[in-house]
Protein backbone atom coordinates (compact mmCIF):
# COMPACT_ATOMS: atom_id res chain seq x y z
CA UNK A 1 0.00 0.00 0.00
CA UNK A 2 1.26 3.50 -0.73
CA UNK A 3 2.18 5.39 2.09
CA UNK A 4 2.45 9.22 3.32
CA UNK A 5 4.90 11.28 4.55
CA UNK A 6 4.05 14.26 6.77
CA UNK A 7 5.63 16.78 8.82
CA UNK A 8 4.60 16.44 12.60
CA UNK A 9 3.85 19.66 13.69
CA UNK A 10 3.60 23.11 11.76
CA UNK A 11 3.20 26.63 13.34
CA UNK A 12 0.90 29.60 11.57
CA UNK A 13 -0.14 32.90 12.62
CA UNK A 14 -4.02 33.58 12.51
CA UNK A 15 -4.90 35.16 9.19
CA UNK A 16 -2.17 34.17 6.87
CA UNK A 17 -2.33 31.26 4.61
CA UNK A 18 -0.85 27.73 5.50
CA UNK A 19 0.88 25.11 3.29
CA UNK A 20 0.51 21.35 4.87
CA UNK A 21 3.05 19.68 2.96
CA UNK A 22 2.66 15.64 2.02
CA UNK A 23 4.77 13.01 0.19
CA UNK A 24 3.23 9.74 -1.42
CA UNK A 25 5.81 8.82 -3.93
CA UNK A 26 4.56 5.02 -4.40
CA UNK A 27 1.55 6.77 -5.13
CA UNK A 28 -0.15 4.39 -7.53
CA UNK A 29 -2.40 5.70 -10.78
CA UNK A 30 -5.91 5.12 -9.23
CA UNK A 31 -5.04 6.24 -5.63
CA UNK A 32 -7.02 9.46 -4.98
CA UNK A 33 -5.52 11.56 -1.97
CA UNK A 34 -7.26 12.36 0.45
CA UNK A 35 -7.32 15.01 3.35
CA UNK A 36 -8.94 14.88 7.15
CA UNK A 37 -8.40 17.05 10.30
CA UNK A 38 -9.05 16.04 13.69
CA UNK A 39 -9.80 18.97 15.88
CA UNK A 40 -9.18 18.26 19.73
CA UNK A 41 -11.65 15.52 21.05
CA UNK A 42 -13.63 15.15 18.05
CA UNK A 43 -13.68 12.30 14.95
CA UNK A 44 -11.90 13.13 11.95
CA UNK A 45 -13.68 15.38 9.57
CA UNK A 46 -13.50 15.33 5.52
CA UNK A 47 -11.63 18.13 4.30
CA UNK A 48 -10.63 17.38 0.51
CA UNK A 49 -9.37 14.62 -1.80
CA UNK A 50 -8.27 14.35 -5.59
CA UNK A 51 -6.86 12.54 -8.37
CA UNK A 52 -4.33 14.60 -10.56
CA UNK A 53 -6.04 18.17 -10.59
CA UNK A 54 -5.64 20.87 -8.24
CA UNK A 55 -9.25 20.85 -6.64
CA UNK A 56 -11.05 23.93 -4.45
CA UNK A 57 -13.75 23.66 -1.85
CA UNK A 58 -14.97 25.98 0.77
CA UNK A 59 -12.56 24.38 3.48
CA UNK A 60 -9.69 24.92 1.40
CA UNK A 61 -7.27 23.90 -1.93
CA UNK A 62 -5.31 20.96 -2.84
CA UNK A 63 -2.38 21.33 -5.06
CA UNK A 64 -1.21 18.13 -6.36
CA UNK A 65 1.80 17.81 -8.21
CA UNK A 66 2.16 17.13 -12.21
CA UNK A 67 3.85 13.65 -10.66
CA UNK A 68 1.51 12.83 -8.33
CA UNK A 69 4.55 12.00 -6.08
CA UNK A 70 3.53 15.14 -3.33
CA UNK A 71 0.57 17.49 -2.69
CA UNK A 72 0.19 20.36 -0.98
CA UNK A 73 -2.91 21.22 1.49
CA UNK A 74 -3.70 25.02 1.24
CA UNK A 75 -5.89 27.01 3.90
CA UNK A 76 -6.01 30.37 2.41
CA UNK A 77 -6.38 32.04 5.98
CA UNK A 78 -5.48 30.34 9.20
CA UNK A 79 -8.12 30.77 11.83
CA UNK A 80 -7.69 29.63 15.76
CA UNK A 81 -10.80 26.61 14.54
CA UNK A 82 -8.60 25.63 11.71
CA UNK A 83 -6.01 24.49 14.93
CA UNK A 84 -6.02 20.86 14.17
CA UNK A 85 -4.45 17.85 13.29
CA UNK A 86 -4.20 17.31 9.25
CA UNK A 87 -4.07 13.66 8.09
CA UNK A 88 -3.30 13.40 3.89
CA UNK A 89 -4.55 9.72 3.22
CA UNK A 90 -4.29 7.09 0.16
CA UNK A 91 -7.76 5.60 0.40
CA UNK A 92 -7.46 1.70 -0.18
CA UNK A 93 -9.79 -0.37 -1.51
CA UNK A 94 -10.24 -3.79 -2.27
CA UNK A 95 -12.42 -6.24 -4.20
CA UNK A 96 -13.58 -7.49 -1.38
CA UNK A 97 -15.44 -4.46 -0.06
CA UNK A 98 -12.99 -2.98 2.53
CA UNK A 99 -12.76 0.71 1.97
CA UNK A 100 -10.08 1.78 4.56
CA UNK A 101 -8.52 4.89 5.44
CA UNK A 102 -4.88 4.89 6.90
CA UNK A 103 -4.42 7.34 9.26
CA UNK A 104 -1.01 8.28 10.18
CA UNK A 105 0.40 10.48 12.74
CA UNK A 106 -0.73 13.88 10.74
CA UNK A 107 0.47 17.22 10.88
CA UNK A 108 -0.16 19.36 14.07
CA UNK A 109 -1.12 22.85 13.15
CA UNK A 110 -0.79 25.44 16.05
CA UNK A 111 -2.16 28.95 15.10
CA UNK A 112 -0.78 31.86 16.37
CA UNK A 113 -3.22 34.51 17.35
CA UNK B 1 -29.08 15.16 8.88
CA UNK B 2 -27.88 14.52 12.11
CA UNK B 3 -24.67 12.76 10.55
CA UNK B 4 -23.06 9.77 12.61
CA UNK B 5 -24.12 9.56 15.76
CA UNK B 6 -22.46 7.87 18.89
CA UNK B 7 -23.67 6.19 21.71
CA UNK B 8 -22.24 6.48 24.32
CA UNK B 9 -19.90 9.38 24.93
CA UNK B 10 -17.91 8.15 27.63
CA UNK B 11 -17.75 4.19 29.23
CA UNK B 12 -15.93 2.85 32.13
CA UNK B 13 -15.64 -1.09 32.13
CA UNK B 14 -14.39 -3.66 34.11
CA UNK B 15 -12.09 -6.40 32.53
CA UNK B 16 -14.42 -9.07 31.52
CA UNK B 17 -17.76 -7.26 31.45
CA UNK B 18 -19.01 -7.23 27.97
CA UNK B 19 -20.93 -3.95 26.05
CA UNK B 20 -22.16 -2.48 22.93
CA UNK B 21 -21.36 0.96 21.53
CA UNK B 22 -23.91 1.83 19.29
CA UNK B 23 -23.48 3.93 15.70
CA UNK B 24 -26.12 5.47 13.68
CA UNK B 25 -26.60 7.50 10.65
CA UNK B 26 -29.25 9.24 9.05
CA UNK B 27 -27.66 9.66 5.40
CA UNK B 28 -28.68 6.04 3.71
CA UNK B 29 -24.97 5.29 3.33
CA UNK B 30 -23.90 1.74 2.58
CA UNK B 31 -20.68 1.70 4.02
CA UNK B 32 -20.05 1.48 7.37
CA UNK B 33 -17.09 0.75 9.64
CA UNK B 34 -15.89 1.31 13.23
CA UNK B 35 -12.34 2.28 13.86
CA UNK B 36 -10.45 2.50 17.60
CA UNK B 37 -7.49 5.62 18.16
CA UNK B 38 -5.42 4.75 21.00
CA UNK B 39 -3.49 7.91 22.41
CA UNK B 40 -1.07 9.63 19.94
CA UNK B 41 -1.94 7.23 17.15
CA UNK B 42 -4.06 7.25 14.18
CA UNK B 43 -6.88 5.59 13.46
CA UNK B 44 -7.24 1.50 12.78
CA UNK B 45 -9.91 -0.38 11.40
CA UNK B 46 -11.91 -2.86 13.54
CA UNK B 47 -14.88 -3.81 11.41
CA UNK B 48 -16.50 -2.51 8.27
CA UNK B 49 -19.89 -3.41 6.63
CA UNK B 50 -20.91 -3.12 2.81
CA UNK B 51 -24.85 -3.11 3.16
CA UNK B 52 -27.06 -4.79 5.94
CA UNK B 53 -26.22 -8.22 6.37
CA UNK B 54 -22.66 -7.84 5.60
CA UNK B 55 -19.62 -7.16 7.66
CA UNK B 56 -16.54 -8.42 7.48
CA UNK B 57 -12.80 -8.08 9.93
CA UNK B 58 -10.84 -4.79 9.23
CA UNK B 59 -6.73 -4.37 10.49
CA UNK B 60 -8.04 -5.48 14.24
CA UNK B 61 -11.28 -7.51 14.82
CA UNK B 62 -10.13 -9.22 18.07
CA UNK B 63 -12.18 -9.62 20.69
CA UNK B 64 -14.81 -7.20 18.73
CA UNK B 65 -18.03 -8.54 17.00
CA UNK B 66 -20.74 -6.68 14.91
CA UNK B 67 -23.92 -6.94 12.82
CA UNK B 68 -26.34 -4.83 10.18
CA UNK B 69 -29.61 -5.52 10.55
CA UNK B 70 -30.17 -2.32 8.94
CA UNK B 71 -28.72 0.26 6.53
CA UNK B 72 -29.18 2.76 9.22
CA UNK B 73 -27.64 0.81 12.60
CA UNK B 74 -24.18 -0.67 12.71
CA UNK B 75 -23.57 -1.57 16.47
CA UNK B 76 -19.67 -2.66 17.80
CA UNK B 77 -20.14 -5.59 20.45
CA UNK B 78 -16.91 -6.07 22.85
CA UNK B 79 -17.63 -9.42 23.95
CA UNK B 80 -14.93 -9.50 27.12
CA UNK B 81 -13.62 -6.32 28.40
CA UNK B 82 -9.96 -5.84 28.56
CA UNK B 83 -7.64 -2.78 29.10
CA UNK B 84 -6.10 -3.09 26.10
CA UNK B 85 -8.90 -2.27 24.48
CA UNK B 86 -9.09 1.45 26.45
CA UNK B 87 -9.71 3.25 23.33
CA UNK B 88 -11.01 5.94 21.52
CA UNK B 89 -13.71 4.45 19.07
CA UNK B 90 -14.72 5.97 16.11
CA UNK B 91 -17.98 5.36 13.68
CA UNK B 92 -17.74 6.16 9.98
CA UNK B 93 -20.30 6.08 6.91
CA UNK B 94 -20.05 6.65 3.35
CA UNK B 95 -21.69 6.07 -0.21
CA UNK B 96 -20.37 3.00 -1.41
CA UNK B 97 -17.19 3.85 -2.50
CA UNK B 98 -17.07 1.37 -5.33
CA UNK B 99 -13.49 1.14 -6.95
CA UNK B 100 -12.83 4.54 -7.38
CA UNK B 101 -11.96 4.75 -3.57
CA UNK B 102 -13.11 9.08 -4.38
CA UNK B 103 -15.91 9.44 -1.49
CA UNK B 104 -15.45 10.96 1.89
CA UNK B 105 -16.07 9.34 4.87
CA UNK B 106 -18.44 11.18 8.28
CA UNK B 107 -17.22 10.52 11.43
CA UNK B 108 -19.13 10.26 14.75
CA UNK B 109 -17.69 12.15 17.53
CA UNK B 110 -16.82 8.81 19.35
CA UNK B 111 -17.06 7.02 22.18
CA UNK B 112 -14.44 6.94 25.07
CA UNK B 113 -14.29 3.45 26.82
CA UNK B 114 -11.59 2.44 29.46
CA UNK B 115 -10.93 -0.83 30.99
CA UNK B 116 -9.87 -1.10 34.38
Known amino acids: DAKTTQPNSMESNEEEPVHLPCNHS???????IHWYRQLPSQGPEYVIH???SNVNNRMASLAIAEDRKSSTLILHRATLRDAAVYYCILPTYSGAGSYQLTFGKGTKLSVIP | NAGVTQTPKFQVLKTGQSMTLQCAQD?????MSWYRQDPGMGLRLIHY???????DQGEVPNGYNVSRSTTEDFPLRLLSAAPSQTSVYFCASTAFPGAAASYEQYFGPGTRLTVT
Open chain 2, 27 to 31: MNHEY
Open chain 1, 26 to 32: TISGTDY
Open chain 1, 50 to 52: GLT
Open chain 2, 49 to 55: SVGAGIT
